[in-house]
Structure formats: structure tokens, C-alpha cells
């Protein structure tokens, strides 16, 4: 099933993805839920952030092949960081460059979206409290993730966590094809089967640390190939079996 958040008349709505037409859901997205009353086709919906995380969990250099372009070892265990909820945007929402940074670049990302509340749960039941799948970029300032001993203003900027278009709720994990297209020109291209820590093992590791709630996110890291993006580019962020997130750059005002 897809499950999507919608932009209806009297507010954000869920809905779901049928044959290329959005339904209205009935039910509990994070329960038993079907498809509803059709609201119209995909084009014509204006797509919200498919949930509303209460915490955006991020993982860094969760690729070998990331941390070896970027000079620094593989981590002995997942390098937790968050993103505040003001840096989530929409599908087809614009990456606001900061005024204060001059170097930013994308990174596409798998997004785990929890389902139930998980805490001090065990990899072999990891995926049980997860709902599904979606495509993220975990969009970054180089020059103030370098200047800083924490990612906080590098990862925090308004709109630096563009993630959707919905959530895939059947779907394998572990060999994902993952891309990020800039322009239309390939600039990532790795498989999930990369990651050094896989998702059971960083749902687990995480509610270990701080109690996981229906809806909120992991981003799982992302792959080689990180480069910057300027205002008036494209950013396609395409996984294998759930789709494309979209997001036009320009500067912040």
C-alpha cells in the first residue's frame, strides 16, 4: 500500500495511491486502513510530507564508500544525529540555499518511517514496529558541517529535509536500487545492500536510545557521490519500488 498525505479543502488529509489516482483513506494510517472515496489523479493533488515525524532521526556515513570520499573511517556503530521539524518539506517544494552558506549538496537517503511505538526492541523484530519506506535527502551546508563539532546548523536549515512522495508499506529493504538525479544527470547510484548498518540494526540501535513513536523517521544515510547543488537545479531522488521525490533549488530570500 502507499500511504500519502494530501493537501484537501479543510486541511491536510491522508490518502493513499490507486492505479495513479489519489483515495482518501479510511481508517488508521499507523492501523487498519483501505482505500476510500477517490480525490482525483496524483498530478492534480498538491502532496504534503507523507507523515509528521516528532523526531527526525539521521544517520551519518552509513555507506563505506561515503565515508571513504569524505576522508574519514567507517563507524565502529550508526553516528545518530537529528533534524529539527522546521528542515521537513514537501514533495515538489523548493531547497532554500541559506543566505550564510555558500556550499550545499544533496544526499539521497532511505527514510524509515516507524509504525508502532518501539523501545529497547531487538533486531530480529526491528521490522515489526516499521510502517514502511520513502525516499529523503538529507540536504547539507559543507561549510558549516565543517566548522562545528556538531551537525546541527550544517543539517538543521529550513527545508533540508525534503522527504515523500509517500510511504511504501510493502517492500524489502535490504537491495534497493538508490539514485539522486540533478538536472536530469546522474549523480548517486548505489543499492541499499550497501549500507554498513541495515535497518533492523539501527531501528533496534535507535530505540535503544530514545523511544521510536508512530510516524517518526530514519534517514538511513546516504551513498558516494555527494556534490552541490545552486539555485535553479532539480533534485530527483529515485529508490527502487517506491517512486521519485522531487524538489526544485533557489535561494532563501
Same mark, same amino acid.
Given at each position: 500500500?502507499?500511504?500519502?498525505?494530501?493537501?484537501?479543502?479543510d486541511g491536510p488529509a491522508w490518502g493513499t495511491l490507486v492505479d495513479g489516482s489519489v483515495h482518501a483513506l479510511d481508517g488508521d494510517p499507523y492501523g487498519d486502513c483501505t482505500a476510500g472515496r477517490p480525490v482525483g489523479p496524483l498530478e492534480a493533488v498538491d502532496?504534503?510530507?507523507p507523515c509528521e515525524p516528532r523526531k527526525v532521526i539521521c544517520v551519518g556515513l552509513n555507506y563505506a564508500a561515503h565515508a571513504a570520499e569524505?576522508?574519514?573511517a567507517a563507524p565502529e556503530f550508526p553516528m545518530f544525529f537529528l533534524k529539527p521539524h522546521t528542515a521537513i518539506a514537501n514533495p515538489g517544494d523548493p531547497i532554500l540555499l541559506p543566505k550564510i552558506s555558500d556550499h550545499v549538496e544533496h544526499e539521497c537517503e532511505l527514510v524509515v518511517v516507524i509504525g508502532q511505538r518501539a523501545r529497547? +526492541?531487538?533486531?530480529? %523484530?526491528?521490522?515489526?514496529y516499521v510502517l514502511g519506506y520513502t525516499c529523503g535527502n538529507d540536504v547539507s551546508a559543507r561549510d558549516w558541517q565543517g566548522r562545528e563539532s556538531q551537525w546541527f546548523r550544517g543539517k538543521g536549515f529550513d527545508s533540508f529535509f525534503p522527504f515523500g512522495p509517500w510511504i511504501e508499506t510493502d517492500l524489502d529493504p535490504f537491495d534497493l536500487a538508490i539514485a539522486t538525479r540533478v538536472n536530469g544527470e546522474v549523480r548517486q547510484s548505489a543499492s541499499t545492500s550497501d549500507l554498513?548498518?541495515?535497518?533492523?540494526?539501527?531501528?533496534?540501535?535507535?530505540?535503544r536510545t530514545a523511544t521510536l513513536l508512530p510516524g517518526d523517521v530514519i534517514a538511513t544515510g546516504t551513498p558516494a557521490g555527494v556534490a552541490p547543488i545552486v539555485a535553479g537545479d +532539480?533534485?530527483?531522488? %529515485?529508490?527502487?519500488?517506491?517512486?521519485?521525490?522531487?524538489?526544485?533549488?533557489r535561494n532563501d530570500r
Open positions: 500500500m502507499r500511504i500519502l498525505r494530501y493537501r484537501a479543502a502532496l504534503l510530507a569524505t576522508g574519514m529497547n +526492541v531487538s533486531e530480529s %523484530e526491528a521490522l515489526d554498513i548498518f541495515d535497518v533492523p540494526y539501527l531501528v533496534a540501535d535507535a530505540s +532539480v533534485v530527483d531522488i %529515485e529508490i527502487g519500488g517506491i517512486g521519485v521525490l522531487s524538489n526544485p533549488v
